[in-house]
């Protein structure tokens, strides 16, 4: 889990959105390899063994391995404009296996989610996750979903940015919140909507 990533993760438990403190036993550069993060709100804590943090209890749904290519890698990063800048981008399930030939071709980190079994690229952050994503809303700035992680897609595009890029399986319907770019038999891209920003509460004042 790369230490960069954890200002955005957040606790999943039912109560106001809260950040998570990390406690690491063990570092190798900018990587935590175990540790625990907790929750000073709920005092909930989540392990962090052989750099996966585990927020699922042992509930994730692990996706299926694919065969990946650097052809492959390169239509996943043109897709997803994994070009230099700030941000990270998410990977759910299948398309984890495509980590690997993704981190040599972009500098963006990247974030897995329920990947296959086995799959942990160097450098690469891995999180297993339930059916809530314990992220800050707009954070990511692309992400590939997977209708076989137990994650509904509406929370999975809550993650992304404004105009950020999303990548869809097959015949995946489109989510709510986004435009589709475009579509082929193999699946499809589309872009966020922009995030509507909280109301602001409005008062009259006298002279």
């Known amino acids: 889990m790369l230490i ?5 993760l957040r606790c999943p438990m039912p109560h106001d959105e ?13 990587q935590i390899v175990d540790g625990t993060l907790g929750c000073p709100i709920c005092q909930a804590e989540f392990p962090v063994q052989g750099g996966v943090a585990d927020f699922s209890g042992g509930t994730a749904l692990r996706a299926s391995l694919e065969r990946t290519s ?9 897709l997803l404009d994994l070009t230099p800048g ?25 974030l897995l989610v ?40 509406s929370i999975a595009i ?11 399986l097959g015949s995946m319907p489109l989510p709510p919140n986004v435009t589709e770019l475009a579509r082929d038999p193999s699946g499809w891209v589309a872009e966020r909507d922009v995030a509507g920003s909280a109301p602001i509460g409005l008062s009259l004042r006298s002279r």
Not at 86 to 101: E, K, Q, R
């Open 86 to 110: 700030p941000g990270f981008a998410l990977l759910f399930g299948t398309w984890g296996s495509h980590a690997g030939m993704l981190g040599s071709l972009s500098p963006v980190p990247l």
């Open 158 to 168: 809550g993650a992304v940015r404004s105009h950020g890029r999303i990548l869809g």
């Open 18 to 30: 809260m950040w998570l403190v990390a406690a690491a036993d063990r570092t190798e550069g900018r």
């Open 4 to 8: 960069d990533l954890v200002d955005v």
């Open 70 to 78: 650097e052809e492959a890698a390169w239509r996943i990063a043109a």
């Open 114 to 153: 329920n990947p296959p079994t086995g799959v942990q690229p160097p450098d690469v952050s891995v999180i297993l996750v339930g059916n809530v994503l314990p992220l800050a809303s707009g954070t990511a700035r692309a992400a590939a979903i997977d209708p076989t992680v137990n994650v509904p897609s």
